[in-house]
């Protein structure tokens, strides 16, 4: 990418990508990058990569971007799909997991979103019991360690974690990817913020919820509020989608 945005690469993969599309859908404020993807596209579709601080959700506002391409931005996106392959591979790395199981990421891309992990550890005991529960890691993720009762995915391939994730009861994480991968594969998601806005930033999905004190410091969310939500979440979601 920097050499084709520096115009030393016109024959090289992107290049050609570029150059075949129908359309060009650029989410950038660079007036240089926009220059150059102009100059080497059928058509350019610009969109501002944030939204503005009073909304609407992040989702919604880049799904603008796609109406003048024709398609709907407005629908609810359905849930993601996944391979029996891949609901074999995420089992085959993830055994012993009970049907309904909860899984739990303490991680995310800021120290400043994330829930303490030892309230994690606590909060994971009280709601799964003596059941095994899943505990995602990703590379940035502190060092927590893991309980005898955990059962351990740290930095899978997304599409085989997401697989997994389809069939939990139940998935408490911060602000992250990860949280958003959970709700996007119709895990019923507790998500815990603090900074972010959870009306511009929440995970999207058929049963998510999002918890944020009134002081925006993900810190000042007690043990007891996160599990009450937990419960009260796990109770009234239909459960894990069957297959």
């Not at 115009?7 to 404020?29: K, M, N, Q």
């Not at 505990?135 to 940035?140: N, T």
């Amino acid at each position: 990418m920097a050499a084709l945005l520096a115009d030393e690469d016109s024959a090289g993969p992107i290049a050609w990508a570029l150059r075949s599309a129908d359309a060009v859908l650029a989410f950038t404020r660079s007036a240089s990058v926009i220059e150059v993807l102009r100059s080497r596209s059928r058509r350019l579709v610009v969109q501002d990569p944030t939204p503005p601080p009073a909304g609407p959700h992040a989702s919604l506002w880049l799904a603008r971007s796609l109406a003048s391409l024709g398609f709907d931005a407005t629908s609810d996106p359905p849930p993601l799909a996944f391979t029996e392959a891949e609901h074999r591979e995420a089992e085959s790395r993830a055994p012993g997991l009970p049907r309904g199981f909860l899984a739990v990421h303490p991680g995310s891309g800021s120290l400043a979103k994330n829930w303490p992990g030892e309230r994690f550890r606590e909060a994971a005991h009280r709601i799964a019991g003596d059941e095994p529960w899943l505990l995602v890691r990703g590379p940035a993720d502190e060092n927590l360690p893991a309980p005898d009762s955990a059962v351990e995915a740290s930095e899978w391939p997304l599409r085989t974690l997401g697989a997994l994730l389809s069939r939990a009861g139940l998935f408490v994480g911060n602000d992250s990817g990860v949280a958003h991968l959970a709700a996007a594969s119709a895990a019923p998601t507790l998500a815990l913020f603090g900074p972010t806005d959870p009306a511009v930033w929440a995970p999207v999905g058929p049963a998510v919820e999002a918890l944020r004190p009134p002081t925006r410091v993900v810190a000042d969310l007690g043990v007891d509020e996160v599990v009450a939500a937990a419960r009260a979440l796990r109770s009234g979601a239909s459960g894990p989608p069957s297959g």
